[in-house]
């Protein structure tokens, strides 16, 4: 095959932009290991993907799918078949949260705030404490 030229390429891919953009990114998977299409014939891997693209023995839009991979952060993920999991059958769910049954509900004490201070004050040690002014004076002589 003669010399490659981009007009070669533009027939396969229209916008000259992205032929550059797959060409290198097919010269970069020949340089990882992946088999080449056609005859290398002395040339840089950027040739051998230019001449690849112009002869059509690679396909252009698999070249752009691997480039779009390539370049993807988040990895789409096949979501599960139907068949894989069975559907819960409604009449059979379980009642969620014991809302359908109100004698489960738990029943809350309210105190008031005069009620609260009662209880609190219940708490509290009538008598001071001795261990207060133990520590304060050792170190006064």
Known sequence: ????????????????????????????SIASGSPMSVEKENDKNPVVALREIASGTIAAD????????SIQKNVEVDE????????????RRVPLLGRDDQSSDVIVDV????????????LTPTEPSTAIGVGSNSGKS
Do not use: W, Y
């Open 62 to 69: 698999d070249v752009r799918e691997g480039l779009i991979h």
């Open 111 to 122: 105190l008031t705030e005069e009620q609260l201070l009662r209880g609190m004050e219940s």
């Open 1 to 28: 095959m003669a010399r490659i030229t981009v007009e070669d390429c533009v027939l396969k891919v229209d916008n000259r932009f992205e032929l550059i953009l797959l060409a290198a990114h097919r010269a970069r």
């Open 80 to 91: 599960p078949e139907e068949g894989a999991a069975p559907v819960l059958i409604t009449e």
